[in-house]
């Protein structure tokens, strides 16, 4: 049980049959676009949103391996008609976006509590080889409806992780990915590429970020070393938001051939549910955790960390504010990463 460092991805993911629920969102993207390098049998996009499956075909159009399925984790019989067939699952289906959680808190509890109890039943139901939940900083200490509904999610997988061996079950826990759906980066590029100006919340708020492609291989990794019921929170590093505008501003201003100096920068106070800072881990939860070099673990077994000593426990939680900060420069650096002219 003290080897989370090792291990194959082929032996995972070569020849294998994955489902990807919220399949056509960014995170299901990217690890379709992950996944394809490891040669799976098929990979499913199910999704209950028609327009994105048919955008998601035209991306991945030259795949045969990929599947198109419409339907909604809500739908109990909907997911059996799906999961029977599939050997991995990335539960990535969720309703994401705090205002609207805050305005409609049962549409989120339907999704993101019931939705992945069906998820979790059907999983078992057909004996699914591993089923990976995607949560977020959002879930730790939640003053939100969408964070308390994924906290609840993560607690029905933790729950049934020590009901059954089959599926090996494990949650994958991150910030925020730059450029992503409903990402402050899109609504910084909309609002340059309008004039201006952009509007921030709290220019002190901090949030953890990282890029598509390196949440996604992160995500792999932590899907072939679960055991059973773990917590992999991703090592991520942090942005000012205040910083993240005005590099946000610079980049693209010179992306889109716009005067920086017409660009005004307008804070507006922050919005309900938002905190001033993110945690991706508590410090109760620290105190069970093991440190990898791209993770901390938290193992809700406590006794199977006797064999990894070798590792060094965290001392408190994990805070955005507390966490190594991006400059401006590296923040257009990455930037640069996810815009080609």
């Known amino acids: 049980m003290n080897d989370y460092v090792s291990g194959d991805y082929n032996s995972i993911f070569n020849e294998a049959k994955i489902l990807i629920t919220g399949g056509t969102g960014s995170i299901g993207?990217?690890?379709?676009?992950?996944?394809?390098?490891h040669k799976p049998r098929s990979i499913c996009l199910f999704s209950n949103d028609e327009n994105s499956l048919f955008e998601a075909r035209m991306i991945f159009s030259k795949y045969k391996e990929v599947i198109y399925k419409l339907g909604d984790v809500r739908d109990a019989k909907s997911v059996e008609r799906v999961i029977k067939d599939y050997d991995i699952v990335f539960h990535a289906a969720a309703l994401k976006h705090v205002t609207f959680c805050e305005e409609n808190p049962y549409e989120a509890i339907s999704t993101n509590i019931l939705g992945t109890q069906?998820?979790?039943?059907?999983?078992?139901?057909?004996?699914?080889?591993k089923f990976v939940f995607i949560s977020t900083d959002k879930a730790v200490n939640p003053i939100s409806v969408?964070?308390?509904?994924?906290?609840?999610?993560?607690?029905?997988?933790?729950?049934?992780?020590?009901l059954t061996n089959k599926p090996i079950f494990s949650i994958v826990r991150f910030g925020n990915v730059l450029a992503s759906r409903g990402s402050v980066v899109l609504i910084f590029e909309r609002q340059v590429k309008e004039g201006g100006p952009i509007t921030v919340t709290n220019p002190e708020m901090t949030r953890f970020v990282m890029l598509p492609s390196e949440a996604a291989q992160l995500v792999l990794r932590a899907a072939e070393l679960a055991k059973s019921g773990e917590i992999f929170v991703l090592k991520m590093r942090a942005v000012k938001v205040g910083v993240l505008a005005e590099a946000c501003k610079e980049f693209f201003c010179k992306f889109y051939g716009k005067d920086e100096r017409t660009i005004k920068i307008v804070e507006i106070g922050s919005n309900v549910g938002e905190k001033l800072h993110e945690e991706l881990m508590t410090a109760s939860e620290a105190l069970n955790s093991i440190e990898t070099e791209h993770f901390y673990i938290i193992n809700p077994h406590p006794e199977r960390l006797m064999s990894s000593q070798q590792y060094p426990t965290i001392e408190g939680g994990y805070s955005s504010d507390k966490a190594p900060s991006l400059s401006k420069e590296e923040i257009i650096a990455l930037l640069s990463r996810l815009y080609t002219p």
């Open 118 to 129: 069906n998820m979790i039943d059907c999983a078992i139901k057909y004996g699914i080889e």
């Open 29 to 37: 993207l990217e690890l379709t676009k992950a996944l394809l390098s």
């Open 146 to 162: 969408m964070g308390a509904t994924k906290l609840l999610g993560e607690k029905l997988v933790i729950s049934a992780s020590k």
